[in-house]
Every structure is written in structure tokens, then in C-alpha cells.
């Protein structure tokens, strides 16, 4: 049974437009929460964090939301560039544990 | 600073044989990761190190699979015997306990295939 999920296997965005990525997961003792994005024959590549602590974090384009009540996160890329076409991994522990559980990922492709 | 570097990026045994993936850390990092990758199962982690001591393997198949950590700049993966189903993109990452805790840096990965 898959643990954190991210239902959209794929998304295509418009250059200059919102992209929001969401992420589910069912395990209640998650408390930390990560993206990676990954380019084709590369490894994945950390981007933002957040604790169950917050419900948001900011980091230049790239903002992670996090609703605890629903066990649902989200990433906003604003605006969205060409270079951001990649899989986007999201990534979840608990205790504040190194051992991650990460989802199938999504694939976005942002047009030019 | 040279990142993670993984070798072979690529490997192709036939099944039954010995394989042994290579990992080397960033310089300084006291966490160590093993990843696989597959269309079905996804990213998973196999085992992770803490100073050169596993500290997490319930991620590891089963038996063929073994790592080690001899010291702080070098890891090995073995699977023995391989089998078919072994084939996916093994990663390697690591981390530091500072401020950047839960950034784990990744490898460019080896892709392994068993015929």
C-alpha cells in the first residue's frame, strides 16, 4: 500500500504560469516532508522542506503547503519556466527520521 | 566539490552473477543512502549509514543483497546471486547532520540490468 502518493502522473504547464504539484500521504506519524525534481539520466535533486511544524514554506519560486488535517501537500512553482520540466518527487518521514517513503513522482512538462 | 559519484553508471551481468555497485560520498557527509529505482516499486531506500554504521536495512530485499561502509569516503552495494529482477537504477546519496539535515544529495545513479 503506497504511503505517499501523487495522483497525476503527469501536468503541462503554459511558460509564465502557476504549476502546483500535490502530494497525499496516509501515514499520520509523517512530520517532514520533501521535493526533489530529477532530470533524465541524473539523480533526484533536493528543492524545499517542511516540517509538520508549518504549513508553508517559501524558497524563491518554488512554495510547499502543507494541510496536516487533510494529509495533503502541494508545490507551487511560480512562474514556471522551460528549465523545470522534470519529475518531482515528493518524500515524507516520520519522527524526524532519515528513512523517507517518496511517491511515484509527476512528470511536468512547461511549454514554452 | 565533486558530488556523489557512483560507478559503474552502467552494468549488465547475466543472471547469477556477483555485482558490486560503488559509492563515494561527499566529503564530510556522516549519512549514507542506498536507493533502487523501478517502474514498479518506485524510489526506495534499501539501507542507510551513520558513521559508517548501518543504521536502518529493513529497505534490503532479501539476503543476496549486502552493503558495507569500510570508511567515511566509500560504499559498496552487493547483490549474489543476481537475478532478473534485480534490474533498476541503484542511487547513491548523502547527508551531513547541520542545518541541511534532511537534504540528501543523490548520485547520477547506476543502471543495472540482468539478463
Known amino acids: 500500500d503506497q504511503q505517499v502518493k501523487q495522483n497525476s502522473p503527469s501536468l503541462s504547464v503554459q511558460e509564465g504560469r502557476i504549476s502546483i504539484l500535490n502530494c497525499d500521504y496516509t501515514?499520520?506519524?509523517?512530520?517532514?516532508f520533501l521535493w526533489y525534481k530529477k532530470y533524465p539520466a541524473e539523480g533526484p535533486t533536493f528543492l524545499i522542506s517542511?516540517?509538520?511544524?508549518?504549513d508553508k514554506n517559501e524558497d524563491g519560486r518554488f512554495t510547499v503547503f502543507l494541510n496536516k488535517s487533510a494529509k495533503h501537500l502541494s508545490l507551487h512553482i511560480v512562474p514556471s519556466q522551460p528549465g523545470d520540466s522534470a519529475v518531482y518527487f515528493c518524500a515524507a518521514s516520520g519522527n524526524y527520521g532519515q528513512n523517507f517513503v517518496f511517491g511515484p513522482g509527476t512528470r511536468l512538462s512547461v511549454l514554452p | 566539490d565533486a558530488g556523489v559519484i557512483q560507478s559503474p553508471r552502467h552494468e549488465v551481468t547475466e543472471m547469477g552473477q556477483e555485482v558490486t555497485l560503488r559509492c563515494k560520498p561527499i566529503?564530510?557527509?556522516?549519512?549514507l543512502f542506498w536507493y533502487r529505482q523501478t517502474m514498479m516499486r518506485g524510489l526506495e531506500l534499501l539501507i542507510y549509514f551513520n558513521n559508517n554504521v548501518p543504521i536502518d536495512d529493513s529497505g534490503m530485499p532479501e539476503d543476496r543483497f549486502s552493503a558495507k561502509m569500510p570508511n567515511a569516503s566509500f560504499s559498496t552495494l552487493k547483490i549474489q546471486p543476481s537475478e532478473p529482477r534485480d534490474s533498476a537504477v541503484y542511487f547513491c546519496?548523502?547527508?551531513?547532520?547541520?542545518?541541511?539535515?534532511?537534504?540528501?544529495?543523490f548520485g547520477p545513479g547506476t543502471r543495472l540490468t540482468v539478463t
Open positions: 517542511i516540517s509538520s511544524i508549518k
Open positions: 501515514n499520520s506519524m509523517f512530520d517532514y
Open positions: 566529503s564530510g557527509h556522516d549519512y
Open positions: 546519496a548523502s547527508s551531513l547532520r547541520d542545518t541541511d539535515f534532511y537534504e540528501q544529495y
